[in-house]
C-alpha cells in the first residue's frame, strides 16, 4: 500500500487566494482526519470524518476552512480566503477503526502551505 | 479538555547511552497511547501503541510503558544511534477517536 497520499506536498500563495489540499486514505480505512502544525501551537487536530461523514469540526479554526470527503478515497481541505497566519504544515491521517482501543493513526507526508 | 505535556523539551546524548522521554496527561479516561517520530520537514512515523488495558510496549530497542492512574508514559531507547535523531511525539486517544498531541521531545545522538 502506498500509505496517505497528500498533494501538493508544497504550495505557496498569496493572500486572499484560495487553497486546496487533498489527501488520499489508505485503502479501506474508514477514518479520516486533517491536523495542522505550527512551531506556535504544534499538532492540532481541525476535523475528522468517519465513513465519509464529518464527525467532530470543533478544531476547524473558522468559517475560511471548510473540508469535504466526497468518498471514501478522497477528501479536500480548503481556505478561502488565505491569511498569512493559516501558513503551517498539514496533516491528514487514516484509520481502521472496529475497536477505538486499537486506533492507530497513519499519517500522510503533509502539505507545507506558505501564505504570503 | 486532555493536555499533554512531555519533557524535556530537547535532548541532546552522545551515541550508545539509553535515555528516557517523558509524556503526561492530565485526563486518565484514554482508550490507548501514541509514540510517534517525525523528520525534519516530514510526516509522522507511529512508533508504538499502547492500549489502555496494556502497561507496556515493545518494538526493537524502544519500550514504551503506561501508567493511567498517575497520567504518564514514558519511551525507552536502548543503545541510541545518530539515526534516532528526530522529534519524538506522544499522543493520547480519548473521547471521539481524538489524538491530543504533546508538544514533542527534539532527540539528538551525537557520534
Partial sequence: ?116 | KQEVTQIPAALSVPEGENLVLNCSFTDSAIYNLQWFRQDPGKGLTSLLLIQSSQREQTSGRLNASLDKSSGRSTLYIAASQPGDSATYLCAATGGGNKLTFGTGTQLKVEL
Avoid at chain 1, 473558522?62 to 493559516?86: C, G, H, V, W, Y
Avoid at chain 1, 481502521?96 to 500522510?108: A, I, K, M, P, Y
Fill in chain 1, 1 to 116: 500500500d502506498a500509505g496517505v497520499i497528500q498533494s501538493p506536498r508544497h504550495e505557496v500563495t498569496e493572500m486572499g487566494q484560495e487553497v486546496t489540499l487533498r489527501c488520499k486514505p489508505i485503502s479501506g480505512h474508514d477514518y479520516l482526519f486533517w491536523y495542522r502544525q505550527t512551531m506556535m501551537r504544534g499538532l492540532e487536530l481541525l476535523i475528522y470524518f468517519n465513513n465519509n461523514v464529518p464527525i467532530d469540526d470543533s478544531g476547524m479554526p473558522e468559517d475560511r476552512f471548510s473540508a469535504k470527503m466526497p468518498n471514501a478515497s478522497f477528501s479536500t481541505l480548503k481556505i478561502q480566503p488565505s491569511e498569512p497566519r493559516d501558513s503551517a504544515v498539514y496533516f491528514c491521517a487514516s484509520s481502521l477503526s472496529q475497536d477505538r482501543v486499537r486506533n492507530e493513526q497513519f499519517f500522510g507526508p503533509g502539505t507545507r502551505l506558505t501564505v504570503l
